[in-house]
């Protein structure tokens, strides 16, 4: 790993022991999971004491049937640094049934239409976010798209007789063998 | 949860902008206006000419892009994400296969990673002279209009020559490129990029010291580094707030090391200072072009492996089709385990380890990241695309305050959004 990275991880668990996991590096890429109570704090000291100025990213997962309820959905934030030229990428798991997480929106302004997103497609809620309104989807939509049992609807298409149905009961799904952060 | 809806239909706008005062004026601009570049809508609240606040709506073109690449296989996803950013097609094909490569822990073979590097370049010039054709347009520079287009046409011929077509090619593929470049493309090429830089020298003749461009342009739409950094601006805006940062340069990828070219800088932050940095990279984006062309190493421009690389290799035939001879010749008559391959890899894909990745990759609008989470499967668990104009069109608001209402089109001209990728 980095030698920055490095320093920046074991800092995080110097300071958050509880809340901050031990990094892990796949792909050449360096993650840590972090408690979600926790992640304004830490995103807070990542910034101000370095060395990530940037908030890249900020996207949504929902591992429904392949994580358990409580990890159901992944808030990635990827973190970039200008100076340093590193990233960083911190993983907050949302459990089903209570989807909300304090929002970063203060800590880095771009977090606010990109939280608006992960709001629209998956309906987590932000707390504290200043303007949580869809932002893709119309104001009016029911449900949240990018969730897995959001259903893709579709007009059948018929040809005669024969009816092709919409593409979610047209292919099933194949079988997965585990997400990032939980290997099995 | 805030209850403030902002219908598609407008007649709302005054509702929009809350505790709007008798003395200011609510109005609207798109989604229908031909200066919003595509149909993005900005509800601008006005005490006179003066902006006071800009509330963009966007969402007009969402297709569902990132949820169409879940229901289908890792190849096919190609087809969609080079709808996204229309503009930059290659570019979006480029990231997404770079990430799928990493998921699958290979690398594309050296043709394949300098025809990409060849073809974004020439994608990243052919989309900066839409963002001058359309910006000059805007500003009542209408021959500049013209002029982009032209040279653009010219870009967009290559590719059809490559490719088969104009826009959203599918060409470049997890583990290659589709095709090897067909004969006289390379000539075509250095044609092209032998007149390019007269025809650049050209549309400098004709805009930068224009005395209406420089004022319709200089100290307009400003932003500090400061505030572009927090806002996560990228790419051109980025460099023409001073800061010197090119994922090319920072984190090579595919072969970009290897180029010679410089990343164009201005420290003022202003529209001005973003045309002269797209215009540089114009300059620096035909001599990677050039580069490309005459070093483009030889041997195959897809990777062997017979589980990942797509068979085909096709041939015009006599009827005028693309067709595989020698290919059909060996999977119906030779081997059957290449049979076996070939149907497997078609019907159902292939398999990608279970993972997450980040891959961001330089845009002509900056950084333009694909994070592909992977459960293991042959089809992508998750897609999300961080698309630098979402991002960028965030600025809008910060940049276009406090100035006059006809200086929000140079200003939004100057982020040079692309709603499809905005709105993906």
Same mark, same amino acid.
């Given at each position: 790993?980095?030698?920055?990275?490095?320093?920046?991880?074991?800092?995080?668990?110097?300071?958050?022991?509880?809340?901050?996991?031990?990094?892990?590096?796949?792909?050449?890429?360096?993650?840590?999971?972090?408690? %979600?109570?926790?992640?304004?704090?830490?995103?807070?000291?990542?910034?101000?004491?370095?060395?990530?100025?940037?908030?890249?990213?900020? *996207?949504? +997962?929902?591992?429904?049937?392949?994580?358990?309820?409580?990890?159901?959905?992944?808030?990635?934030?990827?973190?970039?640094?200008?100076?340093?030229?590193?990233?960083? %990428?911190? $993983?907050?798991?949302?459990?089903?049934?209570?989807?909300? +997480?304090?929002?970063?929106?203060?800590?880095?302004?771009?977090?606010?239409?990109? #939280?608006?997103?992960?709001?629209?497609?998956?309906?987590?809620?932000?707390?504290?976010?200043?303007?949580?309104?869809?932002?893709?989807?119309?104001?009016?939509?029911?449900?949240?798209?990018?969730?897995?049992?959001?259903?893709?609807?579709?007009?059948?298409?018929?040809? /005669?007789?024969?009816?092709?149905?919409?593409?979610?009961?047209?292919?099933?799904?194949?079988?997965?063998?585990?997400?990032?952060?939980?290997?099995? | &949860?805030?209850?403030? !809806?902002?219908?598609?239909?407008?007649?709302?706008?005054?509702?929009?902008?809350?505790?709007?005062?008798?003395?200011?004026?609510?109005?609207?601009?798109?989604?229908?206006?031909? *200066? @919003?570049?595509?149909?993005?809508?900005?509800?601008?609240?006005?005490?006179?000419?003066?902006?006071?606040?800009?509330?963009?709506?966007?969402?007009?073109?969402?297709?569902?892009?990132?949820?169409?690449?879940?229901?289908?296989?890792?190849?096919?996803?190609?087809?969609?994400? @080079?709808?996204?950013?229309?503009?930059?097609?290659?570019?979006?094909? &480029?990231?997404?296969?770079?990430?799928? !490569?990493?998921?699958?822990?290979?690398?594309?073979?050296?043709?394949?990673?300098?025809?990409?590097?060849?073809?974004?370049?020439?994608?990243?010039?052919?989309?900066?002279?839409?963002?001058?054709?359309?910006?000059?347009?805007?500003?009542?520079?209408?021959?500049?209009?013209?002029?982009?287009?032209? !040279?653009? #046409?010219?870009?967009?011929?290559?590719?059809?020559?490559?490719?088969?077509? $104009?826009?959203?090619?599918?060409?470049?593929?997890?583990?290659?490129?589709?095709?090897?470049?067909?004969?006289?493309?390379?000539?075509? +090429?250095?044609?092209?990029?032998?007149?390019?830089? /007269? /025809?650049?020298?050209?549309?400098?003749?004709?805009?930068?010291?224009?005395?209406?461009?420089?004022? $319709?342009?200089?100290?307009?739409?400003?932003?500090?580094?400061?505030?572009?950094?927090?806002?996560?601006?990228?790419?051109?805006?980025?460099?023409?707030?001073?800061?010197?940062?090119?994922?090319?340069?920072?984190?090579?990828?595919?072969?970009?090391?290897?180029?010679?070219? #410089?990343?164009?800088?201005?420290?003022?932050?202003?529209?001005?200072?973003?045309?002269?940095?797209?215009?540089?990279?114009?300059?620096? *984006?035909?001599?990677?072009?050039?580069?490309?062309?005459?070093?483009?190493?030889?041997?195959?421009?897809?990777? #062997?492996?017979? /589980?990942?690389?797509?068979?085909?290799?096709?041939?015009?035939?006599?009827?005028?089709?693309?067709?595989?001879?020698?290919?059909?010749?060996?999977?119906?008559?030779?081997? &059957?385990?290449?049979?076996?391959?070939?149907?497997?890899?078609?019907?159902?894909?292939?398999?990608?380890?279970?993972?997450?990745?980040?891959?961001?990759?330089?845009?002509?609008?900056?950084?333009?990241?694909?994070?592909?989470?992977?459960?293991?499967?042959?089809?992508?668990?998750?897609?999300?695309?961080?698309?630098? *104009?979402?991002?960028?069109?965030?600025?809008?608001?910060?940049?276009? $305050?406090?100035?006059?209402?006809?200086?929000?089109?140079?200003?939004?001209?100057?982020?040079?959004?692309?709603?499809?990728?905005?709105?993906?």
């Amino acid at each position: 790993m980095d030698e920055v990275l490095g320093a920046v991880c074991a800092g995080l668990r110097e300071r958050f022991p509880e809340h901050v996991s031990e990094p892990e590096e796949a792909f050449g890429e360096v993650s840590v999971r972090v408690a %979600r109570e926790r992640i304004v704090e830490v995103c807070t000291l990542l910034r101000d004491q370095g060395p990530f100025e940037m908030l890249s990213d900020l *996207s949504g +997962v929902d591992f429904l049937g392949v994580a358990p309820a409580e990890d159901r959905f992944l808030i990635a934030y990827h973190l970039t640094s200008l100076a340093r030229n590193v990233r960083l %990428r911190l $993983r907050v798991f949302v459990p089903e049934g209570d989807e909300h +997480v304090a929002t970063v929106s203060g800590v880095w302004p771009t977090a606010n239409w990109q #939280e608006r997103e992960v709001f629209d497609f998956f309906g987590i809620s932000f707390d504290g976010h200043p303007d949580q309104r869809r932002i893709l989807m119309p104001d009016d939509w029911d449900g949240h798209p990018h969730r897995k049992d959001y259903p893709l609807g579709g007009t059948k298409v018929e040809f /005669k007789g024969a009816q092709v149905p919409p593409p979610d009961l047209r292919r099933q799904p194949t079988a997965t063998t585990g997400y990032p952060g939980r290997l099995s | &949860m805030s209850t403030r !809806e902002i219908h598609v239909g407008g007649q709302d706008w005054a509702d929009v902008v809350p505790g709007a005062e008798d003395d200011t004026m609510i109005i609207n601009m798109g989604p229908q206006h031909p *200066s @919003t570049h595509g149909v993005l809508r900005l509800v601008l609240e006005l005490d006179g000419e003066t902006v006071i606040s800009c509330t963009p709506v966007i969402g007009y073109l969402h297709t569902g892009i990132e949820k169409n690449t879940e229901v289908r296989s890792w190849t096919q996803g190609v087809t969609f994400v @080079t709808r996204m950013d229309y503009l930059a097609p290659f570019h979006n094909e &480029m990231a997404y296969c770079l990430a799928v !490569e990493r998921l699958l822990g290979i690398e594309a073979p050296p043709r394949a990673q300098a025809i990409r590097v060849l073809l974004a370049e020439l994608n990243r010039i052919s989309s900066h002279l839409v963002w001058l054709a359309t910006g000059g347009m805007e500003l009542g520079a209408l021959s500049m209009m013209l002029y982009g287009f032209r !040279e653009r #046409e010219t870009i967009l011929d290559i590719f059809e020559m490559i490719t088969g077509l $104009r826009m959203n090619h599918a060409f470049i593929r997890p583990g290659g490129v589709i095709q090897d470049l067909p004969d006289g493309a390379l000539d075509k +090429v250095r044609e092209f990029t032998d007149v390019f830089p /007269k /025809k650049l020298a050209d549309y400098e003749g004709l805009l930068s010291g224009n005395p209406i461009w420089l004022e $319709r342009n200089k100290g307009i739409a400003r932003m500090t580094a400061e505030q572009a950094i927090g806002l996560g601006v990228t790419g051109p805006m980025l460099r023409a707030c001073g800061v010197e940062r090119d994922l090319r340069k920072v984190n090579p990828y595919s072969g970009y090391e290897k180029y010679d070219f #410089e990343v164009p800088t201005h420290p003022d932050g202003d529209c001005f200072a973003r045309y002269n940095v797209r215009i540089a990279e114009m300059r620096e *984006s035909n001599k990677i072009v050039r580069q490309a062309a005459d070093q483009l190493p030889s041997g195959p421009v897809m990777v #062997e492996d017979p /589980k990942i690389a797509w068979p085909a290799q096709l041939q015009l035939g006599a009827d005028g089709l693309g067709n595989s001879p020698d290919y059909i010749r060996k999977i119906m008559g030779e081997s &059957m385990e290449a049979l076996i391959h070939h149907f497997k890899l078609v019907t159902e894909g292939f398999k990608v380890p279970v993972g997450e990745v980040y891959l961001p990759i330089e845009s002509p609008r900056g950084e333009l990241g694909y994070h592909l989470v992977s459960t293991g499967g042959t089809k992508p668990w998750r897609v999300h695309v961080r698309d630098p *104009s979402f991002i960028n069109l965030q600025s809008v608001p910060e940049i276009v $305050r406090g100035g006059l209402v006809a200086d929000v089109i140079a200003g939004i001209a100057s982020v040079d959004p692309v709603m499809g990728g905005v709105d993906r």
